[in-house]
Every structure is written in C-alpha cells, then in structure tokens.
C-alpha cells in the first residue's frame, strides 16, 4: 500500500494538525492506514447491500412469498431511503461530529440488517430495508469526508481516494459474487446477515480510532432545507423506480416527479434567501470542480450501474447460468475496477482528473459497444469477459478522478454535505440510468415478442440496445469532463 500522511505530512504515529474550520478533542490519533480501513470498510459495507441481493431476490420471493410486484420493493426500499437522506446525513457530520454520526449511521444499518435477516414475513423485510438505508445515508458520506479532512488535497489524498474507489467500485461486483455464493450454499438470510461482523468490527474500530470533529460555526441545522431536499429526494427515485412497473406518465411515476422537482426549486430558494445556516451554501455548486464532478459521477453511474444488471440477467435467462455461476463470473470485473482505481490514483498527481476520466469513459465506451453485440450462444470470454472486462477498468478510472474534481478545494466544514451531495449524484444517476435502460430494453423485448413468452434471441435484442444506450450516456459524462478546471492536477 502506498504510504499515506496525515495533514501536517506526517506520518502515522505523529499528531495532525486540526483542519481550519474544525476543532479536534485530544484523543489518540489514528495511523492514516487505519483511517483509510474504516472508511473503506464503511463504504464497502454500504454498496455491497445495493447489489449483493439482485442474484438473491427469487429465492427471497419463494422463502417469504412476495408478489411479483412487491418483490422488487426488496431493492428500491433501500435505493429510496438510501438516496433521500443523503444529503441530511452530510450535514449532520458536519454538525455534529462525524464520529458520533458515524457510529450512530453502522449501528443502525447493522441493526436492521440483523431484523432483515431474520425477518418472517415481506413487510418485516421492506422495514428493515428502508431503515437500512437511512443507515447508509448517514455514515455514507462521512467515509468520504474522513479522507477529504485527513488528507491534503495532493498525492496522499489521491492515494486514499484510490483505494476508497477502488472498493467502492468493486462493491457491485463483489455484490454479485457474494450473493450468488451465500444464497447458493447458505441461505438468502445471510446476504444481511453477513453485515453484523463488518458493522461490529467497524464500531469497535472507530470508538478506538476516530477523533471528534465538527464544525466550529453554529450548529444549527437548516430544518426546513432539510425537510426540503430529503422529500425532493425521496419524491424523485419513488417516481424514478416506479418506471421499473409503470409508464412514466403514469400517476405512480409522473406527479412524483413533478413534487420532486418543485421541492427541489423550493429547496435551493431556501438555501438562497431564508436559511441563516443553510444545509449547503449553493455557492459550491458554482464552483467548476464540484459542480462538473457531480455532473459526471451522475451521468456516468447512470451506465455503470446497467453494466452488472443486464449481464447478470443475460446470464440467468438466457444462458441458464446459476445463481452461484452467474455470481462467479463477475470476478474480473472486480479485479478490473480495482485494478482501474488503483492505477488512476497513481497518475491523477500527473495526468489531472479531466484526462482520466476521459481515459476511463473511452475504455468503458468501447467495451459497451462490444457488449451490446451480444448473442444468445456468444463465446463467454470473447462476449462477456474481455468486454465486461474493458467496462470495469473504466468505471476504476473514473471512480477516483471524480471524487477528486468533486471535493477539490472544499472546506473542511462542507466536506460531509459536499459527500452526500456526490453520493446523491451517483445513486440519482443509477436510479434514473437503470429506470431508462430498463424501459428501452422492455419496450424492445415487447415489441418483438407481442403476447408470446419473449425467446432468447428477443431478450438478447433487448439487452443490447440498453448496453448502446449506455454507451450513449458514457459519452455524455465524457463530455461533461470539459466543465472540470482545465488544470486539475494533485499538488506534490
């Protein structure tokens, strides 16, 4: 592993410099490693639940006898709250010490993931998938402020962030891999269950380890931002994770819409003219750095995410694959995003971010093309790994250059809402990118099948057309990178 710092550039046993804007209680310092560990393990645990119960859901749908419709609840109850409460659990960090809100975020998703688990019936598991997800949205941002507030921006905080995505990107794959194997051999409890160790873990690590900081302005918390934007939130991915069942005219998905929409302009005129302390000062969205960053993350997740979902359906019904085979196969996607991130880490301090995001979108681009000429009896390595392979090494690419551009020049005081925001930015993207993905290859199975039960060929039809518009929203995140600083390169 690379060395790593702390601010003053010490090294790991030497006392840190409080960060401008925070205060610092005396208690011990944490080596950067062990930092670097608890808010990757954090991040980890928090994406590893968005993708790791998709190969588990049929399983989950014979063992609690969920409707077809309810079933998919199983996911959105976590997206929905996950995404909604984001921004609040920033501000909260930086409130109210983002070791407090830390721990308070792990106990809870772990709490739920122990209901969730042995949940006996389809509401117990919805509850507990929802209360997980306000989990996550409370300590998800933090693993990133406790890099962006340990770190100066330059080489060392290259180094964290690269490992920071570098889990962070595998997690979806991991996910599948994870799922596949537990619901296979064990049982689909432990795809939540699996979370108590981690959560324990971590909370004994971060009593032992984390320092008390917060912000040292009021600790005034905009009430009515908050309201404003966690109902905006909430509104927007109900109505966009609808379009999975529903038109988007539809009452379940269009007035959601809309009310996100209108509270999200209520919210920025809240920001702007009434709150003393606002939730998010909207003159970091001016700045370059962070609104490109959000822009691309936004549009970039929204193909990332369709990557796992449609291979991992192509895999299942087209090619028959088992949940543990289908699981298995995603093992070099894995191994590329981390082998991506890690390597984008080493050369943003020389490349910049614009560069490597480009990079990155130009190898994911060309591997959604190649994709997207799937067949129903395609070669696996030729039409599956090699191409997922070349996706995976641009989501690493990207992952690190990304949330550099998003936090670069942030003051420590902001840098938990200006996570959140990005978080935000990212699940918005995936929610919207799947929701659009997953309309375009169902109108084209449909069309092609009509009342029959859709063949091989039809389902591979429409599988391909997502991963071409995929493609598509690549080369708008690509082009987004030119809103970033011209200069962006990591100081030595």
């Known amino acids: 592993m690379t060395h ?20 610092r209680s005396p208690d011990r310092t944490a080596p950067p490693w062990v930092i670097v560990t608890l808010a990757c393990l954090g991040q980890f645990m928090v994406l590893l639940d968005v993708s790791i119960v998709n190969v588990a859901l049929p399983s989950i749908q014979t063992g609690l006898g969920f409707s077809d419709t309810g079933l998919q609840w199983v996911v959105n109850a976590y997206t929905l709250a996950f995404a909604g409460f984001l921004m609040l659990g920033g501000r909260a960090g930086d409130l109210l010490g983002r070791k407090r809100v830390y721990i308070a975020g792990i106990a809870v998703f772990t709490a739920a993931s122990l209901v969730g688990g042995l949940a006996d019936s389809p509401g117990v598991l919805i509850v507990a998938r929802v209360v997980q997800g306000v989990g996550a949205a409370f300590l998800s941002p933090i693993t990133l402020a406790l890099l962006t507030t340990t770190f100066p921006e330059g080489p060392k905080r290259a180094s964290a962030l690269g490992l920071w995505s570098a889990v962070a990107g595998g997690a979806g794959a991991v996910g599948s891999i994870a799922g596949g194997l537990l619901t296979g051999y064990l049982s689909w409890r432990w795809i939540l269950l699996v979370n108590i160790p ?121 090619r028959g694959f088992s949940p543990i085979q289908a699981g298995l196969a995603f093992l070099p996607h894995t191994l590329m995003v981390m082998t991506g991130a890690r390597l984008s880490s080493r050369l943003i301090s020389r490349a910049g971010t614009r560069p490597l995001i480009l990079a990155g979108a130009l190898s994911a681009l060309a591997g959604f093309v190649w994709q997207s000429q799937l067949g129903p009896h395609s070669d696996f390595v030729l039409m599956v790994v090699l191409p997922g392979m070349l996706m995976a090494l641009g989501v690493g690419l990207v992952f690190t250059p990304v949330a550099a551009a998003a936090t670069s020049g942030v003051a420590p005081a902001d840098a938990g809402v200006v996570s959140g925001l990005l978080n935000t930015s990212r699940q918005i993207g995936g929610a919207l990118g799947l929701a659009i993905l997953t309309t375009i290859a169902t109108s084209r199975i449909q069309s092609l099948s009509g009342d029959a039960q859709p063949s091989s060929d039809n389902l591979v039809s429409g599988y391909g057309l997502a991963f071409l518009v995929a493609a598509a929203f690549v080369v708008l995140g690509a082009a987004s990178a030119l809103v970033l600083p011209r200069v962006a390169k990591n100081r030595s």
Not at 7 to 21: H, K, M
């Open 4 to 23: 790593l710092g702390t601010q003053d550039g010490t090294s790991g046993g030497g006392a840190a410099t409080p960060a401008a804007g925070t205060t």
């Open 198 to 318: 981690i959560g324990i873990a971590l909370i004994a690590g971060c009593v032992r380890y984390l320092d008390h900081r917060r912000s040292e302005g009021p600790r005034r918390l905009d009430i009515l931002g908050a309201a404003t934007v966690t109902l905006a939130l909430l509104a927007l991915v109900y109505g966009i994770v609808n379009t999975a069942s529903y038109g988007w005219t539809s009452p379940q998905v269009l007035p959601p819409l809309i009310v996100g929409l209108v509270l999200l302009a209520l919210f920025c005129f809240v920001e702007e003219r009434v709150a003393k302390v606002p939730l998010i000062r909207l003159g970091l969205l001016r700045a370059r750095s962070v609104a490109g960053g959000n822009l691309v993350g936004l549009l970039m997740n929204a193909a990332f995410l369709s990557m796992w979902y449609f291979v991992s359906l192509y895999l299942q019904n087209v």
